[in-house]
Nanobody
């Protein structure tokens, strides 16, 4: 019921910023919990950030807390990830994902997500 397309990835510098966007299709977008995951070369896909259907609740992995901010605009069918104070360890393919029903109580696991984008690569140089 939803399709996701990420954009905004590219080359960043240590200490710099990037803003990722996720464009969603489907009139039921507002019913979904949305999240960002990332997968670095040779590593498992890991949770990054999540946001409830109305934006009232957010949750972050410890590794990005205080540096990344997730937000959503249901009127635009969009989810964003503002990444500040980038580190080389942030280098990964970043995926937008959606989970239904839309109730956020904590960190998300990849296996619970119902829809995935194809990912956008973020590379952070030192």
């Amino acid at each position: 019921q939803v399709q996701l397309v990420e954009s905004g990835g590219g080359l960043g510098q240590t200490g710099g910023s990037l803003r990722l966007s996720c464009a969603a299709s489907g009139r039921t977008f507002s019913s979904y919990v949305m999240g960002w995951f990332r997968q670095a070369p040779g590593k498992e896909r890991e949770f990054v950030a999540a946001i409830s259907w109305n934006g009232g609740s957010t949750f972050y992995a410890d590794s990005v807390k205080g540096r990344f901010t997730i937000s959503r605009d249901n009127a635009k069918n969009a989810v964003y990830l503002q990444m500040n104070s980038l580190k080389p360890d942030d280098t990964a393919v970043y995926y937008c994902a959606a989970d239904f029903p839309g109730r956020l109580v904590g960190a998300l696991v990849a296996s619970q997500m119902d829809y995935w984008g194809k990912g956008t690569l973020v590379t952070v140089s030192s």
